[in-house]
């Protein structure tokens, strides 16, 4: 059921979509890290956001 209150889907948007992702272990972190939650590790990505379809 797609969401259609444009307030509700930037909210659910940035809760999905915005964070950062330790390379080592894959730990969800906050957009702010700098440091691994879990392991500590120094190297974090963002999370990949491209929209399409999976083939």
Known sequence: ????????????????????????CGAKNPISASRCRKCHNIYLRLKNRTLGIKK
Do not use: E, Y
């Open 1 to 24: 059921m797609p969401i259609t209150d444009p307030l509700k889907k930037s909210i659910a948007q940035k809760a999905r979509l915005h964070f950062k992702v330790c390379f080592s």
